[in-house]
């Protein structure tokens, strides 16, 4: 019984972060963080620590895993599966349609292949 | 046109071509087993033996060994999970993980059938480019094939891996380079400073032994502990195959993405491996087992980077452009043979085209075939400490690249520049562009000239041929830049599917004293380009003074960001690294191979250092050591008999 957050080190990866623990406590599952922002970004390991005090106190643990599969969304399906998490949440933000076009998006890709609920969150609320 | 193909095809009956195409097949295997050589090394090693031969016979050798080359590296890939070249570590990912569950025959048996079948659909998609290609070809003139040698080395230097000002230096550091010699609208001697040997211009083979074959060895050569583990090819055949079978949308889909690799230049059986991959594991809906044994992970890669070297050719031999740095070379060696790729090519022949499809298609069902029957052979083979085989492979680069001048200088070059591949390897710079800039020198320069004679002013700038080109030229770096600033700004975490392999661990002296001193290098050897530039005829001076303005400037930002990165990063600078001590090591011994050979001819200069190198390098066993030079020897001394090859002579012989 896990909840995976998709961590990316901006404002909609936080949010994520924010809801995904939310939801693991909510829940009482584990909380598996996969990194996909670019480059090595994880996070601050004083906020690790905090985080896992956190969810430690509740009887859950904080597990942080990374894929041999270099696209991120590839990689977050894989864990997800591979781990038969119950739920995998993700920050999305605004793109356009010409952007989702060239650029692709990874958050899509993620909404459109996980085989699993998907809980997409904003950063810029109402 | 089938009437060239089948006449092509029967030509292959005859048994010195199909004797060549044998030959260069095992030659293929063997280098593909070797890591490091790949598709560049196995042509670099094969092209001086060709210079004595027929175009026919040449192709038919060269193409069989570069058709296999990514059949047989996957061998080590699996079986030790170190790979045989850079693009077979994409199939290390999923045939180690069955290797390791003592299914390493399924993985294998996947990888060659896959590998065939990649080399096939790859020749299937060279012979339908001839017909569909052909009426474009035939009606370009010189602006066109102006602008397309520009975006040769243009594309080359901004698809390339990394960044992207390193990319453009190297291209443009290659065309200074390839201008050495006489200037082919004045017949005047450029950079030569005087000197009749540099007149001729740098020896192509030279230039490719020197920057990826020498860097390649000096980068490895500290690896004298061969596997010791046993190898076990476990079982697994009859579900392999079968397993292939069922997959055979994802062979036809990674070599159809290997083509499309192949066409680009710069982008590499490397890069189509990963795209082939990342495209196996995106369609793929239980992602579980990727990374852990899944078979159309290694279906896919191994596909198309059988069918990359088939799509390289396309542009080679169509457009005049090289695909990649082993078609480069292919190029170079054409060109030796009066032979034009492009439109001549394609009126003139075609004959030679479609044996060059018969032979890679043949060679590549030639290769899978020979690995099914010799895997245990091979699997032996790939046990070899890197550091032993080191020594021969020094030996036998130094007298390749002896063959096509016959002076001892081309050996030089060739060390030195061993020497600034090696530094442009470990810090980051991509070397593919800096030979299809070397080769492209003299055709781009000839095409400028007979542009400019034939049309007004800018008016060839207006032919609706050169207005696409200009605009492909100038897209992909839009692109790149764009994409630079999305990255800048971090509003790029979202961005879409990213192929490309995994951070890059090949360069490891990147932001360091050594970078500096790279880019410092590429700046000097700029500002000599253009200063000694300028006691040219104006002819002679343009394209060259051209193209160091435009490196001055990229390599003015390069040392710029590097003379950045250096300040900040006083503390935890990489300084002296144990591997750079080590390469450097190896040039010095390389060098003394050369001076020994200088003083008493190769045999002698052999004969001293493959023992002593064996010995206090490689700290091989005597028995070994012996065994390995005898045997060199008695090869080296038959060699002159059985090809057209000449060991270089020393001082000392000239005495005698």
């Given at each position: 019984m896990t909840v995976l957050v998709a961590y990316s080190p901006a404002a909609e990866g936080r949010e994520a972060l924010t809801t995904g623990i939310t939801e693991a406590l909510l829940r009482k599952t584990d909380l598996l963080i996969v990194n996909v922002g670019r480059g090595h970004h994880d996070l601050d390991p004083a906020e690790m620590q905090e985080l896992e005090a956190q969810l430690h106190t509740a009887g859950l643990t904080l597990m942080i895993e990374s894929s041999v599969l270099s696209d991120p969304g590839d990689a977050v399906i894989q864990i997800a599966q591979d781990r038969n998490v119950d739920m995998i949440v993700v920050g999305l933000r605004h793109r356009s349609m010409v952007g989702k076009l060239i650029l692709g998006s990874t958050v899509q890709r993620i909404l459109l292949d996980a085989t699993c609920p998907v809980l997409a969150v904003r950063a810029d609320r109402l | 046109m089938l009437d060239s193909a089948m006449a092509a095809l029967a030509s292959l009956a005859d048994p010195s071509l199909l004797l060549m195409l044998l030959i260069g097949t095992v030659a293929g295997l063997v280098m593909g087993l070797i890591p490091g050589l790949g598709g560049t090394g196995a042509v670099a090693i094969l092209l001086p033996i060709t210079f004595g031969m027929e175009p026919p016979q040449a192709l038919a050798l060269l193409i069989g060994a570069l058709a296999v080359v990514h059949t047989s590296d996957t061998v080590s890939a699996v079986l030790l999970g170190a790979p045989g070249s850079a693009s077979a570590s994409v199939t290390m990912l999923d045939g180690y993980s069955m290797a390791k569950k003592g299914q390493a025959a399924r993985a294998l048996t996947l990888a060659f059938l896959s590998s065939m079948a990649g080399g096939i659909i790859g020749a299937i998609g060279l012979t339908l480019a001839i017909p569909l290609a052909r009426p474009l070809v035939l009606s370009f003139a010189s602006p066109e094939l102006f602008m397309l040698t520009v975006l040769g080395v243009a594309l080359a230097a901004v698809l390339s891996r990394g960044n992207i000002i390193k990319g453009v230096s190297a291209g443009l550091l290659g065309l200074v380079l390839g201008m050495v010699g006489t200037s082919p609208t004045t017949a005047e001697e450029r950079f030569?400073?005087?000197?009749l040997f540099l007149g001729d211009g740098l020896s192509l083979v030279a230039v490719a032994l020197g920057i990826f074959g020498l860097a390649e060895i000096a980068s490895r050569a500290s690896q004298r502990r061969g596997q010791k583990e046993n190898i076990s090819l476990g079982g697994g055949w009859g579900r392999g195959i079968r397993e292939w079978l069922s997959h055979w949308t994802q062979v036809i889909r990674g070599a159809l993405i290997g083509i499309w690799a192949g066409v680009l230049p710069g982008v590499g059986a490397t890069a189509g491996t990963w795209l082939a991959y990342g495209q196996a594991v995106a369609t793929a809906?239980?992602?579980?087992q990727f990374g852990k044994g899944d078979p159309r992970g290694i279906v896919g890669p191994e596909s198309a980077n059988n069918s990359v070297e088939a799509g390289d050719l396309i542009p080679t031999l169509?457009?005049?452009?090289?695909?990649?740095v082993p078609s480069a070379m292919l190029l170079g060696m054409l060109l030796t043979y009066g032979i034009q790729p492009g439109p001549s090519i394609i009126t003139e022949h075609l004959d030679l085209m479609y044996l060059i499809v018969w032979s890679f298609a043949i060679a590549s069902i030639l290769g899978a075939l020979f690995c099914f029957l010799s895997v245990k052979q091979l699997a032996k083979l790939t046990k070899v400490p890197f550091a032993v085989l080191a020594a021969g492979l020094v030996a036998i680069m130094l007298l390749g690249s002896f063959q096509e001048g016959g002076q001892l200088g081309d050996l030089w070059v060739m060390i030195i520049l061993g020497v600034f591949g090696w530094l442009l390897k470990s810090t980051g710079f991509p070397r593919a562009p800096f030979l299809i800039g070397f080769v492209l020198a003299i055709p781009l320069e000839r095409y400028y000239f007979l542009t400019d004679s034939l049309y007004?002013?800018?008016?060839?700038?207006?032919r609706p041929g050169v207005l696409v080109f200009l605009a492909i030229l100038i897209l992909p770096i839009v692109w790149a830049f764009i994409k630079f600033l999305r990255a800048r700004r971090h509003?790029?975490?979202?961005d879409g599917h990213r192929d490309e392999?995994?951070?890059?661990?090949?360069?490891?002296?990147?932001?360091?004293t050594w970078s500096l001193t790279a880019a410092g290098i590429f700046a000097a050897a700029f500002s000599a380009a253009l200063i000694s530039s300028a006691s040219f005829s104006p002819e002679a001076r343009l394209v060259p003074q051209l193209v160091s303005i435009g490196g001055l400037i990229f390599s003015g930002i390069l040392l710029f960001t590097e003379i950045r990165t250096w300040l900040r990063t006083r503390t935890a600078r990489v300084g002296w690294t144990l591997d750079a001590g080590f390469a450097l090591k190896t040039f010095v011994w390389m060098t003394g191979f050369l001076a020994l050979t200088a003083a008493f001819g190769y045999l002698v200069a052999v004969t001293i250092f493959i023992p002593a190198f064996l010995l206090v390098v490689a700290r091989a066993r005597l028995k070994t050591t012996v065994v390995y030079t005898l045997v060199l020897y008695v090869v080296l001394l038959a060699l002159p008999s059985l090809l057209p090859i000449d060991l270089p002579q020393g001082w000392l012989n000239t005495l005698v």
């Open positions: - | 030569t400073f005087g000197s809906k239980d992602k579980r169509l457009f005049g452009i090289p695909g990649g007004n002013g800018l008016d060839w700038m207006a509003s790029n975490v979202d392999r995994p951070e890059d661990d090949e360069s490891q002296l990147k932001n360091s």
